[in-house]
């Protein structure tokens, strides 16, 4: 169950904001996000709906946060206090960004495992580097055996990267031989009984060099196993993919919708980063990145589209993310006030 503590004072304006952005974005919304329904419609039932009663859109005990966003904090304070905001702020897991506290002082795996337990909050997953030119790198490629002890050590049940598949370039070759190692590295995280999991940015739906009607994402969907290589789905990023690649290098359309990807294989999808974007076509990526429910990413429409189906409401993880907060706790606060509040009818 979500342990809230306390109501942001800010949060009916800015369910307010997100109903007029729906009436102003208009058909802006619609191309950018692929909602069936008329935008103006699904922003007044977000709007209402979250502050009326129903359904929460978001399953108990499964929203989690990707430490770093708050990495500041962790920094000059050290996990402790950070931890105790985060259970005062409602959030169930934490997704690491490494193992340290810099200048706040060492701290051991095992007791940042207890430090974690004793502020009710699960270690769900960690992000870990791909590969390195050195050979003593902390990554997957370099250092295989201690990346899975470390993370055997403080329980995860996910072990994942955030780096591409780009290792070896950008043909559909190069990414058929990333997938062999990705392979690799679920087998491995297997046999200890985690899973292994990539994350997305916006290039990851770019086309492959050497084939421009080849969607990369679909090369790593298609080599790796389904049963050893997961997603962690970036959704912030993935729409900004859709933004970038939704014509390929010739001009041809190339249209993709992110959810879908997540409807038609859910079980790869055991974790999600929920990260929000205001819409701007002038910028490259398409949004500006902004605390969750600022923006213009319907996650009342996603969130529910993926726990709707059968048996998957519990299936998945959600992990708030801001790359750059302005102030990280005012981030992490007023972003799981939103998702908390989000309702749906049953």
Request: charge should be neutral.
């Amino acid at each position: 169950m979500s342990r809230m503590h306390r109501t942001d004072p800010e949060l009916t304006h800015r369910l307010s904001r997100r109903g007029m952005l729906g009436v102003a974005a208009g058909a802006t919304a619609a191309a950018l996000l692929g909602a069936a329904a008329a935008p103006a419609t699904a922003a007044t039932e977000t709007a209402t709906g979250a502050a009326g009663r129903g359904r929460p859109v978001l399953p108990p005990g499964r929203l989690g946060i990707q430490l770093y966003s708050l990495r500041d904090k962790v920094s000059t304070l050290g996990f402790a206090p950070v931890f105790a905001e985060l259970e005062k702020y409602g959030y169930d897991e934490v997704e690491f960004a490494g193992y340290t506290q810099g200048s706040a002082g060492p701290i051991t795996l095992a007791q940042l495992k207890r430090l974690a337990k004793n502020y009710g909050l699960n270690p769900i997953g960690s992000h870990v580097g791909y590969y390195s030119t050195d050979p003593n790198a902390y990554t997957f490629a370099q250092n295989l055996t201690k990346v899975l002890d470390d993370a055997q050590a403080l329980g995860l049940k996910h072990i994942g990267t955030a780096s591409g598949p780009f290792r070896y370039g950008s043909t559909v070759d190069a990414w058929k031989r990333a997938a062999e190692e990705f392979n690799a590295y679920g087998a491995a995280a297997k046999a200890r009984g985690m899973k292994f999991y990539q994350h997305n940015h916006s290039e990851e739906f770019s086309f492959a060099t050497d084939n421009p009607k080849v969607r990369l994402y679909d090369v790593l969907l298609a080599e790796t196993d389904p049963d050893l290589v997961y997603l962690e789905m970036d959704i912030f990023w993935a729409y900004s993919g859709q933004f970038r690649f939704s014509k390929r290098p010739d001009g041809t359309p190339a249209p993709f919708e992110p959810l879908d990807y997540v409807l038609r294989q859910p079980h790869r999808y055991p974790l999600f980063h929920v990260k929000d974007g205001v819409s701007d076509p002038a910028n490259q990526y398409g949004y500006r990145m902004t605390d969750v429910g600022d923006g213009d990413i319907d996650y009342q429409r996603f969130i529910s589209a993926v726990t709707r189906l059968r048996g998957e409401r519990l299936a998945h993880h959600w992990q708030a993310e801001h790359d750059q907060p302005t102030e990280s706790f005012t981030f992490a606060r007023r972003s799981s006030e939103y998702l908390h509040s989000l309702r749906e009818k049953c």
